[in-house]
């Protein structure tokens, strides 16, 4: 019966060193999983600010178009543009 009684405490042993690791295990993955929603909420917030920046810099970029646009389109511009063809043309 003393084998049987040092089977028994030895396989508690081993259930309770088993019981530890996977609880040790379940912490690390915890750890792990907190770190990643943490990053995904950090790069969220970060995607939201370029797209912000983003739509600034569309916004500016079609304020420019406009106005080129408009200068292009302006009579002065045009004189101007032939004006300089015909100088380089000639040489001058």
Same mark, same amino acid.
């Given at each position: 019966? @003393?084998?049987?009684?040092?089977?028994? =405490?030895?396989?508690?042993?081993?259930?309770?060193?088993?019981? *530890?690791?996977?609880?040790?295990?379940? =912490?690390?993955?915890?750890? /792990?999983? /907190? =770190?990643?929603?943490?990053?995904?909420?950090?790069?969220?917030?970060?995607?939201?600010? *370029?797209?912000?920046?983003?739509?600034?810099?569309?916004? *500016?970029?079609?304020?420019? /178009? $406009?106005?080129?646009? *408009?200068?292009?389109? @302006?009579?002065?511009?045009?004189? $101007?543009?032939?004006?300089?063809?015909?100088?380089?043309?000639?040489?001058?």
């Amino acid at each position: 019966m @003393n084998e049987q009684a040092d089977a028994d =405490d030895l396989t508690s042993m081993i259930d309770g060193l088993s019981l *530890e690791q996977a609880l040790l295990d379940a =912490d690390v993955a915890i750890a /792990r999983a /907190r =770190d990643l929603m943490l990053r995904l909420v950090e790069m969220r917030e970060q995607l939201g600010a *370029e797209r912000a920046r983003n739509a600034a810099l569309t916004q *500016e970029l079609e304020t420019a /178009r $406009a106005l080129y646009d *408009e200068i292009v389109a @302006n009579r002065a511009y045009r004189y $101007a543009s032939k004006a300089w063809a015909l100088r380089r043309a000639i040489g001058g």
